[in-house]
């Protein structure tokens, strides 16, 4: 696989040495994929007016599923929270049980699927358009989104598929697909398993590869040195090494990038919350102002931004599009999990968004209330990244190195756990044979090396898009099944209230 990942990198190296060349193909692929890109995007994320303001219609199908499956499963997302922790901690994990990743394994893959350059652009990017006040609405709906990732993905382990040689296949494809099947439609069943797998597949090209390395590449440049950075021009060299260091991950399976995920995930998350919360507390005097500046353009209903109806929006929007709740990738992730009790991972599968919503990005929230605000730095003109960057920088001259470290490690675990996502959605289609992951996994690659090379935003647009569009399918599948999962979910709770599930084998 590394040769074959080498060889396409070497490929586009050589096609894209040639400036004159490589911008022609850039504006190639942008003029042919463009108006197809536009056509989707206009119809995946078609607004509709509320009180004014525009609410893309897939983002009031995911708040509503989150709304509904928070009071269907009686609030889980708070009375199954310590569960969650107790099955992290591998109190229930069973060795013997099938699947391959332990439950803190799973969560950390899953965590570093979600956790990416969004938590730290993205949440500027929101409060600039919606507000301070988005960044209320942005925790309300990261917990919401607790229960809706539950549903998946105690789907994804039920429904999941043993292979001969050990290695497990789940998620969304398989469980609707089971769903029509056992209702005497297996033709429909499989074309939508085929519709879910082939967008996901397209989609993890986009915003779970090329997106990340461009903007890992981009941050890296900046605090390099810019336009004079050695690397200003070799965005080939930085998308090479990313690709080689992801190809080494990947090419050992699910094992291989949960183990990584569980190495990885802590200290980012960790370095990213301890310089966060030193810029919060380096700008104290400011945080009961920024607390009440928050809470006042929340339910505020007069703003320049839209008030509160336009804080509700951009928060949901921007918590929903972090945590993926909804979409189904991450029941992929949990799918390989080793237990005996899907249940068991639906409630780890709670700490996924808070650990990605309610934690980093209200930390990210935060920083820019607390410093960006009162200090002027709004006012500067930057945008995303370079905002929240100029944030830490306003403290601590050398933090955005921390930041830079912090957005190179989200990017890299974006990368891995949504290669396997691909990979999945791919062997659905293509079968399981060895040759025929290591063809994705040489793409993948490539595609990494690619995005740090050249700007295709048709590509990334239409990704985007792919990966939203399965929201639909995916969210009517789990309202079909959620009588299913709240029996399941309330017979396991119930059996280890009963002592009937053991600590160290369930």
Partial sequence: MKLFCLGLSALLLSSCARSAQSATFDQQVEALLRPLANGLADVVFYPVELFGQPFPLIVLWLATAAIFF???MGFINIRGFGLALRHVRGHFHNPKARGEISHFQAVATAVSGTVGIGNIG???????????????????????????????????????????????????????????????????????????ALSLVIGCLGIGNMFQSNQAYVQFVVITGGEQSFFADKGWLFGLAIAAAVGLVIVG????????????????????????????????????GAIQLIL????????????????????FQRALFSNEAGIGSASIAHSAVQTNNPASEGLVSLLEPFIDTVVICTLSSLVIVTTAYPFGIMDSGLEGIALTSAAFEHHVSWAPYPLAL???????????????????????????????QMIFKGVFCAFIALGCMIQLAAVLDFSDAMIFLIAIPNILGLYLFAPEV???????????RAGEVHLNGN
């Fill in 406 to 436: 912090a957005a190179l490690l989200f990017a890299f675990s974006t990368s891995i756990s949504w290669s396997y996502y691909g990979l999945k959605g791919w062997t659905y289609l293509f079968g399981e044979g060895a040759l025929t």
């Fill in 122 to 196: 993205g949440v500027a990017v929101a409060i600039v358009i919606g507000g301070p006040g988005a960044a209320f609405w942005l925790i309300v709906a990261g917990f919401l989104s607790m229960s809706t990732k539950l549903v998946e993905c105690t789907l994804g382990v039920k429904y999941r598929r043993h292979n001969p040689d050990g290695s497990v296949s789940g998620g969304p494809m398989y469980y609707l697909e089971r769903y029509l099947a056992d209702r005497q439609l297996p033709r429909l069943g499989k074309c939508l398993g085929s519709f879910y």
């Fill in 296 to 315: 006042s353009s929340a339910f505020n209903m007069e703003s320049v931004t839209g008030g509160m109806v336009g804080a509700i929006i951009v928060g």
């Fill in 486 to 496: 709240k029996r399941d979910v309330n017979d396991y709770i119930r059996r280890i």
């Fill in 70 to 72: 928070t009071f269907y």
């Fill in 253 to 288: 399976g699910i094992r291989s990038i949960a183990r990584v995920a569980a190495h990885i995930v802590p200290f980012m998350g960790v370095l990213y919350v301890v310089s966060a919360v030193i810029i919060i507390a380096m700008s104290y005097q400011q945080v009961p």
